[in-house]
Protein backbone atom coordinates (compact mmCIF):
# COMPACT_ATOMS: atom_id res chain seq x y z
CA UNK A 1 0.00 0.00 0.00
CA UNK A 2 1.33 3.71 -0.96
CA UNK A 3 0.69 6.19 1.64
CA UNK A 4 0.09 9.64 0.52
CA UNK A 5 2.40 12.79 1.12
CA UNK A 6 1.04 14.38 4.57
CA UNK A 7 0.73 18.08 4.15
CA UNK A 8 4.13 19.16 5.14
CA UNK A 9 5.46 17.06 2.42
CA UNK A 10 3.29 17.82 0.07
CA UNK A 11 4.12 21.47 0.52
CA UNK A 12 7.72 20.71 0.71
CA UNK A 13 7.06 19.07 -2.50
CA UNK A 14 5.51 21.73 -4.34
CA UNK A 15 8.26 25.21 -2.80
CA UNK A 16 11.30 24.43 -2.97
CA UNK A 17 13.36 24.62 0.44
CA UNK A 18 13.84 28.05 1.38
CA UNK A 19 17.87 29.12 0.53
CA UNK A 20 19.75 27.95 3.80
CA UNK A 21 22.75 30.73 3.22
CA UNK A 22 20.59 32.78 5.46
CA UNK A 23 21.57 29.76 8.28
CA UNK A 24 23.31 29.99 11.41
CA UNK A 25 26.85 29.29 9.98
CA UNK A 26 26.60 32.32 7.28
CA UNK A 27 25.36 34.36 10.39
CA UNK A 28 28.20 33.32 12.78
CA UNK A 29 30.95 33.67 9.74
CA UNK A 30 29.26 37.21 8.74
CA UNK A 31 29.77 38.44 12.87
CA UNK A 32 33.30 37.25 13.04
CA UNK A 33 33.81 39.37 10.10
CA UNK A 34 32.25 42.60 11.35
CA UNK A 35 34.11 42.04 14.60
CA UNK A 36 36.76 41.10 13.44
CA UNK A 37 38.39 43.84 11.23
CA UNK A 38 41.57 44.89 12.65
CA UNK A 39 40.52 48.47 12.38
CA UNK A 40 38.92 49.43 16.27
CA UNK A 41 36.52 52.12 14.30
CA UNK A 42 35.07 49.71 11.99
CA UNK A 43 34.65 46.73 14.64
CA UNK A 44 32.70 49.07 16.80
CA UNK A 45 29.89 49.85 14.30
CA UNK A 46 30.17 46.54 12.11
CA UNK A 47 30.46 44.24 14.85
CA UNK A 48 27.18 45.36 17.09
CA UNK A 49 25.20 45.95 13.72
CA UNK A 50 25.52 42.83 12.82
CA UNK A 51 24.78 41.33 15.80
CA UNK A 52 21.60 43.68 15.90
CA UNK A 53 20.64 43.82 12.06
CA UNK A 54 22.47 40.60 10.92
CA UNK A 55 19.49 37.62 11.84
CA UNK A 56 16.73 40.01 10.49
CA UNK A 57 18.31 40.80 7.37
CA UNK A 58 16.48 39.48 4.23
CA UNK A 59 19.00 37.46 1.72
CA UNK A 60 19.86 40.96 -0.65
CA UNK A 61 20.70 42.61 2.47
CA UNK A 62 22.80 40.08 3.59
CA UNK A 63 24.76 39.76 0.42
CA UNK A 64 25.38 43.30 0.42
CA UNK A 65 26.47 43.36 3.70
CA UNK A 66 28.93 40.41 3.13
CA UNK A 67 30.26 42.20 -0.17
CA UNK A 68 30.90 45.49 1.43
CA UNK A 69 32.60 43.16 4.36
CA UNK A 70 35.14 42.56 1.27
CA UNK A 71 36.43 46.34 1.28
CA UNK A 72 39.24 48.00 2.86
CA UNK A 73 38.23 48.80 6.66
CA UNK A 74 39.25 52.66 6.45
CA UNK A 75 37.42 52.91 2.87
CA UNK A 76 34.33 51.58 4.89
CA UNK A 77 34.49 53.68 7.86
CA UNK A 78 34.81 56.81 5.65
CA UNK A 79 31.65 55.86 3.85
CA UNK A 80 29.96 55.25 7.14
CA UNK A 81 30.91 58.31 9.27
CA UNK A 82 30.49 60.24 5.44
CA UNK A 83 34.53 61.77 4.77
CA UNK A 84 34.12 59.83 1.75
CA UNK A 85 31.49 59.50 -0.69
CA UNK A 86 30.29 56.26 -1.00
CA UNK A 87 30.87 54.26 -4.12
CA UNK A 88 27.69 53.11 -6.18
CA UNK A 89 28.16 49.50 -5.60
CA UNK A 90 27.74 50.06 -1.57
CA UNK A 91 25.10 53.12 -1.86
CA UNK A 92 22.38 50.49 -1.01
CA UNK A 93 20.15 50.17 2.13
CA UNK A 94 22.81 48.17 3.79
CA UNK A 95 24.83 51.58 4.10
CA UNK A 96 21.68 53.80 5.28
CA UNK A 97 21.28 51.34 8.15
CA UNK A 98 24.74 51.37 8.70
CA UNK A 99 24.86 55.25 8.84
CA UNK A 100 21.77 55.34 11.15
CA UNK A 101 23.19 52.90 13.38
CA UNK A 102 26.38 54.75 13.80
CA UNK A 103 24.45 57.17 15.88
CA UNK A 104 22.78 54.70 17.76
CA UNK A 105 25.59 52.67 18.12
CA UNK A 106 27.65 56.24 19.77
CA UNK A 107 24.10 57.20 21.77
CA UNK A 108 23.95 53.44 23.40
CA UNK A 109 28.50 54.11 24.39
CA UNK A 110 27.26 57.58 26.05
CA UNK A 111 27.80 59.68 23.40
CA UNK A 112 31.58 59.30 23.87
CA UNK A 113 33.79 56.89 21.79
CA UNK A 114 34.89 54.78 25.00
CA UNK A 115 31.33 54.80 26.34
CA UNK A 116 32.38 57.94 28.73
Known sequence: MQHS???AQAA???????????DETRLKRL??????RGFREADL??????????PNLPPDQLAAFEALLDEADPDIYAWIVETADTP????????????????????ARGG????G
Do not use: C, S
Not at 31 to 36: E, L, P
Not at 45 to 54: E, K, N
Not at 88 to 107: G, S, T, V, W, Y
Open 5 to 7: ATG
Open 45 to 54: ILGPFADTHG
Open 88 to 107: PQHDNEIMRLLKQFRFEAFA
Open 12 to 22: RALYPPVLMEH
Open 31 to 36: KYRAWH
Open 112 to 115: GPHG
